[in-house]
């Protein structure tokens, strides 16, 4: 079996999923997965000339262990030097608000 990189690159390239040079939203929600995702990404990025952003929304649904996630990847896509956009709201309370 190939190495997970490698088979994200060869969908990339069959699929013509993205161009090269292009921006790339990564959404990272705060998980091991997602922390996988960036860093695949990121190590693609260098072949492909991606400019990579990281996003990430608190829902506020976690508790302290999104806090922790958050934090986590704070640093990590500073140290791979990416920008990071982190928003959040209480969607319990505006689904609450929402409701009729």
Do not use: C, Y
Request: zero cysteines; charged letters at 20%; proline letters at 2%.
């Amino acid at each position: 079996m190939k190495p997970l990189a490698q088979q994200v690159d060869a969908a990339v390239r069959e699929h013509d999923l993205l161009q090269k040079g292009q921006k790339v939203l990564v959404a990272v929600s705060g998980g091991v997965d997602s922390m996988v995702l960036l860093n695949v990404l990121q190590r693609l990025s260098e072949s492909f000339g991606w400019k990579l952003h990281v996003a990430h929304f608190n829902h506020q649904l976690r508790g302290r262990s999104i806090q922790a996630d958050e934090m986590l990847h704070r640093p990590a896509a500073h140290r791979i030097v990416l920008s990071i956009s982190v928003q959040g709201s209480d969607v319990r309370k505006l689904a609450r608000a929402q409701k009729t």
